[in-house]
């Protein structure tokens, strides 16, 4: 029994020891851990909260760029438009000058065949009245009745 009192003395001496010298160092140990995990803890609210606002800001700015998106995208379609309305402006344009370049070249060629009908009239109108003349006129009277009528005729016909 002597040496159960003796261990046990001695379990208690070491547990003393223990507690006095190991103890205050596994404390203070342990309060740094307790200290480290609780400054991790903030730590990790501090980056959760700065990335939450983060998110924030970039789901601002996504709607800010679909919002500028739109704006551009109405705004090209309007610059097509407006694009495509001055085309067809100029086309309508070009199409009304050769619509009018084409009635002054048929004004011009219903001139010339007039004109080319008239020629053709008088030298009809002139052979005609030649053989007329001819059949009841001598040679003297003749060429001056055709002297005559083709001075006549020249003023009139060219005239017009």
Known sequence: ????????????????????????????KLQARRQGIADDLSGAKQHREAAIQEAAVYAQKLEQFDTEREYLMAA????????????????????????QRADREAELVQMKLKDEARREMVVLAASAAAKLIADSMDGQAL?????????GM???????
């Open 143 to 151: 060429n001056e009745t055709i002297t005559e009528t083709l001075k």
């Open 154 to 160: 020249g003023e009139i016909t060219w005239q017009g």
């Open 1 to 28: 029994m002597e040496e159960l009192v003796i261990s046990g003395l001695n379990l208690f001496i070491l547990c003393f020891a223990i507690g006095y010298f190991l103890w205050p160092r596994a404390e203070a």
């Open 76 to 99: 090209a379609e309007e610059q097509a438009q407006a694009r495509a309305a001055r085309m067809i402006e100029a086309a309508q344009i070009q199409a009304e000058v050769i619509a």
